[in-house]
């Protein structure tokens, strides 16, 4: 059976985001860039393989989660070994899956001080035990090692990435399909693009769910409101086709790839 801790406001180790992402990647091989990337579940079910052998079925743990629903999976998988353990701590999955920092960064704490408590100082190779498989926030791209060293040059030819632009300060405007594109500068991150990318296309397919409900509900109440109704429709089904930018590819790409990193964190 498992150590119980419990969160108390006041901890006598104050650790900080980065100490504690640091923490996560170092144990797990993880490549998790921020705190609320955790919101996918899966570095708490490898902890619990790690703390307590077969409590949690491996091959079943989604590690490079993206969407709510394997979040909650990974969640309900945890949940299930902490019963198993006998773990009195509550999961708030509903706000976990939502990838607030603060909620995350909480959970975070707790789960570190329950580590320490549980911790048997038994190896352990993680990388090993997912089979090899990376782990962090984001669509698999197979296994990753932070030795690798490839242009990002060689990374887009090989892999014939599409391209769209990113957001503007009024519109999200996408380029179509792209066989292949040049790249300007080489030490351009490649991965965080890459996510930025996916970041973008999820955001935009979250407000296009959210006007089809809108649109479900004005259908429905026409005879209420007809004129209000007959308003809102106008505006959602009004061709609001967006011009992409007028640059030319190589003007593009150069704009892209040339802008400064400044830290920024996808």
């Not at 920092?101 to 320490?116: G, P, V």
């Not at 911790?119 to 962090?136: E, F, I, P, V």
């Not at 004129?227 to 061709?239: A, C, G, P, R, S």
Request: glycine share 4%.
């Amino acid at each position: 059976m498992a150590v119980n801790v419990h969160s108390t406001n006041v901890s006598s180790q104050n650790w900080s985001r980065h100490e504690m992402l640091n923490w996560v990647n170092t144990q797990l091989k993880a490549e998790f860039t921020k705190i609320e990337e955790l919101c996918t579940g899966a570095a708490y079910c490898q902890f619990m393989d790690m703390l307590f052998p077969s409590s949690v079925a491996i091959k079943r743990i989604k590690f490079r989660a993206n969407q709510e629903h394997e979040f909650v999976h990974n969640f309900k998988l945890l949940q299930a070994s902490f019963q198993k353990k006998s773990v009195h701590k509550e999961i708030p999955i509903e706000r976990l899956i939502k990838g607030r920092f603060q909620d995350n960064f909480e959970f975070l704490q707790w789960f570190r001080k329950f580590f320490n408590a549980n911790n048997k100082g038994k190896a352990y190779n993680a990388l090993a035990a997912r089979d090899g498989m990376s782990m962090s926030f984001g669509p698999s791209t197979g296994s990753y090692s932070k030795n690798q060293s490839h242009s990002a040059r060689s990374v887009y030819s090989a892999h014939q990435v599409r391209t769209r632009t990113f957001v503007s300060d009024a519109h999200l405007t996408y380029r179509k399909e792209k066989d292949h594109i040049d790249v300007p500068n080489e030490n351009i991150d490649v991965r965080g693009v890459l996510q930025e990318l996916e970041r973008v296309e999820q955001e935009r397919d979250l407000y296009a769910s959210k006007l089809r409900d809108v649109k479900v509900v004005c259908e429905e109440n026409q005879e209420t409101n007809p004129e209000v109704v007959h308003k809102i429709l106008e505006i959602i089904n009004e061709d609001t086709s967006i011009e992409t930018f007028p640059y030319d590819d190589k003007t593009f790409n150069a704009e892209l790839f040339d802008q400064p990193n400044n830290g920024r964190q996808c």
